[in-house]
């Protein structure tokens, strides 16, 4: 147990996460500190192409073979199962409508990218490998939840469906499109094009994430400070709990696969995360009734800042110890 806090409280102290606490902080202290929104959405296309592309040259150079198929089986069980367990924890803590509840926990069995990349990084910076191939788990994890939450909000009697306009927002989402894209782009290119491109898609990697986390922090901070009224006392309690319960999933998928510490903990990141980006946009269209300041002020707000601050340093110490990596 101690060797586990002590490499939790090592991998706590990297840039991007403190550059996310400093961002949290600011917001919280209410200072006039803001990242253009402009800019913000430049460099999420950036972190997007790049950990994409990195993952498809990663792919090229390894091969597709039946451990990709697996884990990429995993992760699809993983992002259809654990919406049912965060509509049954919702029931049981918090008095949400069935549609709100349903539209939470398509979040929560979707994933957060930045969550991701944040996860890799710190992987990077601890010098522990993964498999490549993860970022194409991460790809198939945003859209299953979906699926499962409209199930359930079905069973509820309000008539919600998936039509023509579900689909088109779901799989031409575009951080979808982006990833997707650019994995395919790194499969085809291989190392030949991070060759050509390597000085644009490593070297600034780091330093761009980390004025990303800041901005994140800033608009988690701000969902905060506004949480009073929206959320009770047991919706708080989910957010923190849901990671927890996905990360143990992730971590016996992770080890049923066989993966490597670092592959192990990014499947426990991917399933203790909850979507911002893909699944918000699509409830927009598919559950227009449920109510945003539930299900963005718990997943950007709770879960977001507990999985960059605590989550993350947590899924790799125990990670290396369970796979002695």
């Given at each position: ?12 102290l ?17 200072s006039?500190?803001?990242?253009p929104e402009?800019a ?7 972190l997007?192409?790049a950990?994409?592309f990195?993952?498809g040259v990663?792919?090229a150079?390894h091969?597709?073979?039946p ?7 995993g992760?699809?069980?993983l992002?259809?199962?654990l ?13 949400l ?21 944040t ?10 490998a993964?498999e490549g191939?993860?970022?194409?788990v991460?790809?198939?994890?945003e859209a299953?939840a ?6 359930l ?15 088109r ?7 979808i499109?982006?990833?997707v894209?650019?994995?395919v782009?790194?499969?085809?290119t ?17 330093g761009?994430l980390?004025l ?17 009224g ?5 919706a ?5 709990a849901?990671?927890v ?10 080890l ?14 991917l ?5 911002y ?5 699509a ?16 997943s950007?707000?709770v ?7 605590l ?11 369970m796979?002695?990596?």
């Open positions: 147990m101690q060797d586990i806090l002590t490499l939790a409280g090592a991998n706590l990297t840039p991007m996460i403190l550059s996310f606490a400093l961002g949290l902080a600011a917001a919280l202290a209410r006039e500190l803001t990242v402009a913000a959405k430049a460099m999420s296309l950036y997007l192409f950990i994409g990195k993952g990663a792919v150079d091969g597709a073979g451990d990709l198929v697996a884990a990429l089986a992760g699809v069980v992002s259809f199962g919406p049912f367990v965060a509509f049954a924890l919702l029931s049981a803590l918090t008095r409508s069935a549609m709100d509840r349903a539209a939470v926990a398509a979040h929560y069995g979707s994933i957060s990218i930045v969550t991701f990349v996860a890799t990084s710190v992987l990077a910076g601890a010098g522990i993964s191939y993860m970022v194409a991460a790809a198939a994890m299953p979906i699926v499962s939450a409209l199930w909000v079905s069973r509820s009697g309000t008539g919600a469906r998936m039509d023509a306009d579900l689909w927002e779901i799989l031409l989402n575009g951080s499109v982006l990833l894209g650019a994995f782009i790194g499969i085809l291989g190392a030949d094009g991070m060759a050509r491109i390597g000085s644009f898609i490593v070297a600034p990697f780091q761009v980390c990303f986390l800041l901005d994140m922090g800033l608009v988690a901070g701000r969902g905060l400070r506004g949480v009073r929206v959320l009770g006392l047991g708080l309690v989910f957010g923190i849901m990671p319960v996905g990360a143990a999933a992730g971590l016996g998928v992770g049923a696969l066989g993966l490597s510490a670092g592959g192990v903990a990014l499947m426990m990141t399933a203790a995360s909850a979507s980006i893909a699944v918000p946009a409830m927009r269209v598919a559950l227009p009734e449920a109510n945003p300041a539930v299900y963005l002020t718990l950007l707000g879960t977001f800042p507990f999985n960059l601050t989550g993350i340093p947590t899924y790799v110490a125990i990670a290396q110890a796979t002695g990596g």
